[in-house]
Structures are given as C-alpha cells and as structure tokens.
C-alpha cells in the first residue's frame, strides 16, 4: 500500500490538483488578488504555477515560490516560460521560510492554507517575513456558512483529505488568519461555481497586525 500511495501523491495527484485549480471559476478567483502583487513576492504553495500568468509583470521585482512538493515543480517550470516570468522555486514547508525578517513586499497564497498541515505555525512563519506596510493577498476555499454544507464538509472530510493531498475543507480561513496576527484589511466572501461543500470561497488581503 505505502508504493501504490506514494506513486499515487508522485504520478496522479499532481495532475489532478492541477485539473481540479485549473478551472475556469478557480481562474477567476485567482485574477481578483494575484495581479496586486508588488515588489519582492512571496507566493505559498506555488504548486504547478497556476497563479503565474495573472501576475503583472511591471510590478514585481522579484518572485519566489515555495511549495514542498517537488513534483509539482515540472509543471511550474513549464508555466514559468509561457509567463516570462524568473521564478526562484523553494522546495520547503511554509513553517520554514528560509528568508530575513520583513523582507517581502507581498505574500500571495490562494488554495493553499487548505493543504498545510498545521496552518497556524505557518501563517506565523508568513508574517515574519513580511514588510510591516507589506500585504497578504489570499483566495482560499473553506467552510461553508450553510449549517447543512458545514456538516456535509465534515462529513466527508476524512475520506476526502487523503484523496487530495491533505486537502481540509472545512477551515475557518478568517479565524486563522487572525489567530496567526494578520489584520484583514478586505474579506469578501461567498460560493463560486461547482458544488457547495468545495466552493466556499474567501479572498482580499490582509496586513500584519
């Protein structure tokens, strides 16, 4: 069982991620944040590189992105060409940030929290390293604010996570990020297209608190 997982995590859920945050609706979550991202860039989680063609080029001085799963990367690689864009690829968990305190402009993180297996110390780890007049741009999908899709949510959490990489779908993204010292600055909220118990979705951006 341990090989056919791990051929699994290496070979198809890759692609599948990548099918699933690929969507036409998820696109247009992720261009409502990411082309506000300026100067040195953090983005969490960068995965296949979904998010590289949304930023502006003019405005961003200099990209990171980090993301443990290094088998995401290929695919990163591949986005990072048709973008035009030089991305520094940091194959780390997001509770290790390998950069200097305040050091970055602007983190951008969508559908990511939903995957870090202990959400709070790495939100921390974020605001370490962000400028005190920096920003966090986010779009995360989460729990639902209808008790019946909450409990759906629930329900199917245990079998779900497994299938998606850790995927949890019923955090609290608000709560974390104010738990973690972050202060939302925007927070719009509501379903995007698809069914419910995924498409809850919170976006805006956020500052140190």
């Not at 983005?43 to 502006?56: A, F, M, P, R, S």
């Not at 995927?167 to 719009?188: S, V, Y």
Request: aromatic share 8%; charged share 20%; net charge positive.
């Amino acid at each position: 069982m341990g090989m056919i997982a791990d051929w699994y995590d290496k070979k198809i859920l890759p692609f599948m991620i990548d099918k699933a945050c690929g969507m036409k609706a998820i696109g247009q979550q992720r261009a409502k944040v990411v082309p506000r991202a300026r100067g040195r860039v953090l983005e969490i989680g960068i995965g296949t590189g979904l998010n590289l063609c949304h930023y502006d080029t003019a405005q961003v001085t200099e990209l990171l992105g980090l993301d443990p799963a290094m088998q995401m990367h290929a695919l990163a690689r591949k986005r990072m060409k048709a973008a035009g864009l030089s991305v520094e690829l940091l194959g780390l968990p997001a509770d290790t940030i390998p950069l200097a305190d305040a050091s970055i402009d602007t983190l951008v993180m969508t559908f990511t929290l939903c995957t870090i297996p202990e959400p709070l110390p790495a939100l921390r780890e974020m605001r370490r390293v962000l400028k005190p007049d920096g920003v966090l741009l986010f779009c995360e999908h989460g729990v639902a604010p209808d008790a019946h899709i909450h409990r759906w949510q629930n329900r199917i959490q245990p079998l779900w996570g497994p299938l998606a990489g850790g995927c949890h779908l019923n955090r609290d993204i608000p709560a974390l990020l104010r738990e973690a010292g972050f202060k939302l600055d925007e927070l719009n909220t509501g379903y995007v297209p698809g069914p419910k118990i995924f498409t809850y979705n919170y976006w805006g951006q956020a500052y140190r608190g």
